[in-house]
């Protein structure tokens, strides 16, 4: 083991709604979902750190993982994260722990968030971002895939330059291109909704579970094992 994995997205990478699994005092349940920082333990951060699913994937190949210490993001700013490490060798960025440097990572997973978020069309994005993950490739990091929208999955630059980095996401024997289908879905139970709206808690809150987040573990694993990566 030596490099690790970089994952940049919104609170589905970053592991949001875990904690409610822990068992732990003073979980911060209510009837709507909203994310109340003052509320947050260390203990919480920590166990949702160990089940979120890119620490499972990271697991899975015997590493460690960098994801960014706040809850939350849009695809305009996790680009911009990559534009920095693409244009210097080393960052400070203030939303990460310690200094960057992309020569640390053997695997970039760029999960997709709503597009509602950027003020950039998202074909616009699409074409920046693959300047940097092309470069990135080019210096034997891989970078997968995965899309909260079927917007950007189906948008003509995604189609021209993504599709061999793309990863579909698969929940028992269902399997689609974006995962907005399967948060509003709770006869899958893969949501803290779909947990806890029987007792009038969580009602909109579709983060994944620990069953949500292995089964986008689990289909990152396979895309990965397919086009045979190794750490």
């Known amino acids: 083991m030596s490099k690790g994995i970089f994952g940049l997205g919104c609170s589905f990478t970053w592991g949001e709604g875990l904690y409610f699994y822990s068992n732990l005092d003073n979980l911060p349940f209510k009837e709507y979902h909203y994310y109340d920082f003052s509320k947050i333990t260390n203990g919480m951060i920590e166990?949702?750190?160990?089940?979120?699913?890119?620490?499972?994937?990271?697991?899975?190949?015997?590493?460690?993982?960098?994801?960014?210490?706040v809850n939350g993001s849009n695809n305009s700013s996790n680009i911009e994260v990559l534009k920095r490490?693409?244009?210097?060798?080393?960052?400070?960025?203030?939303?990460?722990?310690?200094?960057?440097?992309?020569?640390?990572?053997?695997?970039?997973?760029?999960?997709?968030?709503?597009?509602y978020r950027d003020e950039i069309e998202i074909d616009e994005l699409l074409i920046e971002l693959d300047k940097y993950l092309k470069h990135f490739e080019a210096n034997e990091i891989k970078v997968v895939t995965l899309t909260w929208m079927d917007e950007i999955f189906s948008s003509k630059?995604?189609?021209?330059?993504?599709?061999?980095?793309?990863?579909?996401?698969k929940v028992g024997d269902i399997e689609?291109?974006?995962?907005?289908?399967?948060?509003?879905?709770d006869s899958l139970n893969i949501t803290v909704r779909s947990d806890y709206k029987n007792k009038n808690l969580q009602?909109?809150?579709?983060?994944?579970?620990?069953?949500?987040?292995e089964a986008f573990a689990n289909s990152i694993i396979k895309?990965?094992?397919q086009d045979n990566f190794k750490i």
Do not use: A, M
Request: aromatic share 16%.
């Open 47 to 69: 166990y949702k750190n160990k089940h979120r699913f890119i620490q499972l994937i990271s697991d899975n190949f015997n590493t460690w993982c960098t994801v960014k210490n």
């Open 85 to 115: 490490l693409y244009n210097n060798d080393i960052i400070q960025e203030p939303k990460y722990d310690f200094k960057l440097t992309i020569n640390d990572y053997k695997l970039i997973v760029f999960q997709f968030t709503s597009i």
């Open 157 to 169: 630059t995604y189609q021209e330059h993504y599709l061999d980095r793309h990863v579909n996401i």
């Open 176 to 185: 689609k291109t974006s995962f907005e289908e399967f948060i509003h879905d």
């Open 203 to 213: 009602i909109n809150d579709t983060h994944l579970n620990h069953k949500g987040n």
């Open 223 to 225: 895309k990965l094992q």
